[in-house]
């Protein structure tokens, strides 16, 4: 009986040492194969659908059939809440605008319109007077008006001070009026003989820069005229779209210059500093971050019609106003 305890007890002992060096197999549980390891035949080919963004140095289409800029004489961005100017502060919310564009030095009315409206620093243009003196000819540089002209678009002056007219030869203009009164008359004539056709349109309002030489920059007087303004600004926006036309209409509101006391044409900041709002036809609506400056007006037009730029410009397009990358932001004048 012994002897058989013995050999139980030796195979016991056996299977103890077997259980100890057989390896332990970890326990697999079933995961599922990553789609990222299919082969390429287990997924469809997706073509996807892209909507390319146009590069401004390549040929997008054109994001305006038509343009027009109103220019504000004397215009200071922060007489905006205190005139005040309701329907202008109500387009701020659609458009691409800055509060701190600069205009160029000296800063007068008809040195600052010709950069305005030529692209080109006063170095270039050469126009150095401020006032109506035909003997001088007109600005020597081939400015907006002579771009569009040339395309076979129709071009449209209607301003409130004559020596304006010096800014571009006649036969650039298709329709040139001159009428020394308010806005507001100004802004019914155009109205009452709207040129539908038009491609390029400039419109100047005089008031708020003769109020404030008369009163003083952001003086009651002056604000009064601005609230006017507004109210001429306004009917304007009404006849586009009473007209079918604001869709694709580039509008571009902006100053010559600012002032301060009963003056300006100074370097100060007061006089320097002047809106530049855009809203309407391929607008993309924010407060822009780029540099503007009001030789970066001509230029933005330009490209909103499809149109060549000249090389010796010095303004460029403001490309964050469409929503498109800054290629080159404005260097200025000055």
């Not at 205190?82 to 564009?101: E, I, N, R, V």
């Not at 080109?120 to 008006?145: E, M, R, S």
């Not at 490309?319 to 080159?328: I, M, S």
Request: with cysteine; glycine share 6%; charged share 15%.
């Amino acid at each position: 009986m012994s002897h058989i305890k013995l050999i139980v007890i030796l195979c016991i002992a056996s299977l103890a040492c077997q259980l100890q060096t057989a390896p332990i197999m970890p326990t697999e549980t079933p995961t599922q194969t990553p789609t990222a390891t299919l082969p390429p035949t287990a997924a469809p080919t997706l073509t996807p659908s892209i909507t390319p963004i146009p590069s401004p140095t390549g040929t997008p289409a054109p994001p305006a059939r038509r343009v027009l800029i109103l220019s504000i004489d004397g215009f200071r961005p922060d007489a905006i809440p205190l005139a005040p100017m309701p329907f202008l502060t109500s387009l701020l919310a659609q458009s691409a605008y800055s509060l701190t564009a600069q205009t160029v030095y000296p800063s007068v009315t008809l040195v600052s319109h010709t950069s305005m409206l030529s692209g080109q620093c006063p170095a270039k243009h050469k126009v150095d007077w401020n006032d109506y003196i035909p003997a001088n000819g007109y600005a020597q540089v081939t400015d907006l008006f002579d771009v569009v002209h040339t395309a076979g678009m129709q071009t449209v002056m209607y301003v409130g001070k004559e020596k304006l007219r010096q800014i571009t030869e006649p036969p650039s203009t298709d329709i040139f009026k001159f009428i020394n009164d308010r806005d507001l008359v100004i802004t019914d004539d155009l109205i009452a003989n709207f040129p539908a056709d038009f491609r390029l349109m400039f419109v100047h309002f005089p008031t708020t820069d003769w109020m404030g030489h008369e009163y003083g920059w952001l003086s009651g007087e002056q604000l009064s005229v601005l609230f006017r303004a507004d109210q001429a600004l306004e009917k304007l926006v009404t006849e586009l779209n009473n007209r079918g036309l604001m869709s694709e209409t580039l509008f571009i509101i902006t100053a010559d210059h600012g002032g301060h006391a009963t003056t300006h044409g100074t370097s100060l900041y007061e006089d320097m500093t002047i809106p530049w709002i855009a809203f309407g036809a391929g607008i993309h609506p924010a407060a822009l971050t780029s540099p503007i400056t009001t030789v970066d007006t001509a230029s933005t037009a330009a490209f909103a019609l499809g149109l060549p730029i000249p090389a010796e410009w010095d303004g460029v397009p403001i490309y964050e106003a469409f929503g498109l990358p800054v290629e080159r932001t404005s260097v200025g004048c000055n």
